[in-house]
């Protein structure tokens, strides 16, 4: 928020994401390795580019193609840009690891690098997604404005948490959260999952439907779970953003927690959100995972700036 900055009248930012990455980039990268290595710049940019690295890494080859797999394991076995991020992330932490393991007089030995590519693993599940899905709540606000001033004036963790959830249920419309069958599976209806078949859950059939969702689930209503009991971290078969059950994500509660840092933080700075095309707004609400979005925002700048 403070590369946001305070401005006289409107500020144009072009590209939210961009900002809005950076600062959960440093916010995960503080609570993951602590204050000191997160200072670095080059951890910062293994935070925020090993998600979109590891993507550019898998996507090139078809899924049609019968020899993917060898393919796949050739070009990651020589051009694997994540021992780049998994070599940044030792290089940062050595001398803190090891300076803390001499105060400690710790015994347990364990290989650095391993603890460094779990680490990893980490990072490439949570900083792009949900800088993501900040970016987005930054953009629902600039198409809901009547909403800013009363997240503002009363800021309860209740009214910001419904308006996170609101915007992810109504965001998550379409087929997602991949699963592959580990067995032969028969569902109520008689039809047969077989084996190593892939299915995606149809967020339409649960977050537009009326029986679970309440009266006009196709609009956005911002304090549509305020008083009900569910929290933006609850999942269910009534909110699949996270998945359900023991497969849900457990990084989650992390997750809304800085969503909601940054949506409260937002309303306290700014008077206004403003989209920089209005007739995209359509499209900005219900844009992609990792597509560019089709407009910018304003930002304006409350009279007293809040430091």
Same mark, same amino acid.
């Given at each position: ?11 144009? *930012? @072009? ?7 950076? #600062?959960?980039?440093?916010? #995960?990268?503080? %609570? ?5 290595? /997160?200072?670095?710049? +080059? ?44 070599? %940044?992330?030792? !290089?940062?932490?050595?001398? %803190? ?11 347990? @030995?364990?290989?650095?690098?391993? *603890? ?5 693993? *980490? ?11 900040? &970016? ?20 309860? !963790?209740? +009214?910001?948490?419904? $308006? %996170? ?25 008689? #039809? ?5 078949? #892939? ?6 059939? &649960? ?11 196709? !609009? $956005? ?6 008083? +009900?009991?569910?929290? /933006? ?21 992390? /997750? ?27 499209? /900005? ?23």
């Amino acid at each position: 928020i403070r590369d946001l900055g305070h401005s006289e009248g409107r500020k144009l *930012i @072009e590209n939210p994401l961009m900002i809005l990455q950076e #600062m959960i980039a440093s916010a #995960m990268a503080s %609570v993951f390795m602590g204050h000191e290595i /997160a200072k670095e710049r +080059k951890v910062l940019d293994t935070f925020i580019d090993c998600t979109g690295d590891l993507a550019r890494l898998l996507d090139p080859v078809s899924t049609t193609n019968a020899w993917r797999p060898y393919f796949a394991k050739a070009k990651y076995g020589v051009d694997n840009p994540l021992q780049k991020h998994i070599r %940044v992330l030792v !290089e940062a932490a050595t001398p %803190v690891v090891q300076e803390r393991r001499r105060q400690e007089a710790e015994a347990l @030995e364990k290989d650095l690098e391993d *603890i460094c590519g779990h680490l990893l693993v *980490i990072v490439l599940v949570s900083v792009h997604t949900t800088s993501d899905s900040s &970016t987005y709540l930054s953009y629902f606000l600039a198409a809901f404005p009547q909403c800013i001033d009363e997240l503002y004036q009363e800021q309860l !963790e209740v +009214k910001m948490d419904s $308006f %996170v959830r609101e915007s992810m249920r109504f965001r998550a419309d379409r087929a997602s959260v991949p699963y592959t069958a580990r067995r032969d599976v028969v569902l109520s209806n008689g #039809m047969t999952i077989r084996k190593g078949r #892939m299915i995606m859950v149809n967020f339409q059939s &649960t977050h537009l439907n009326p029986g679970m969702q309440g009266k006009d689930p196709a !609009e $956005f209503r911002p304090w549509r779970f305020v008083g +009900k009991g569910k929290a /933006a971290t609850k999942v269910g078969t009534d909110f699949l953003f996270f998945g359900m059950g023991k497969h849900a994500c457990p990084g989650r509660f992390l /997750a809304i927690q800085e969503v909601k840092t940054v949506g409260a933080l937002m309303v306290s700075r700014y008077s206004k959100i403003e989209l920089q095309d209005p007739s995209q707004k359509t499209k /900005a609400l219900r844009s992609l995972l990792g597509e560019k979005v089709p407009t910018g925002l304003y930002f304006t700048s409350r009279e007293a700036k809040n430091e």
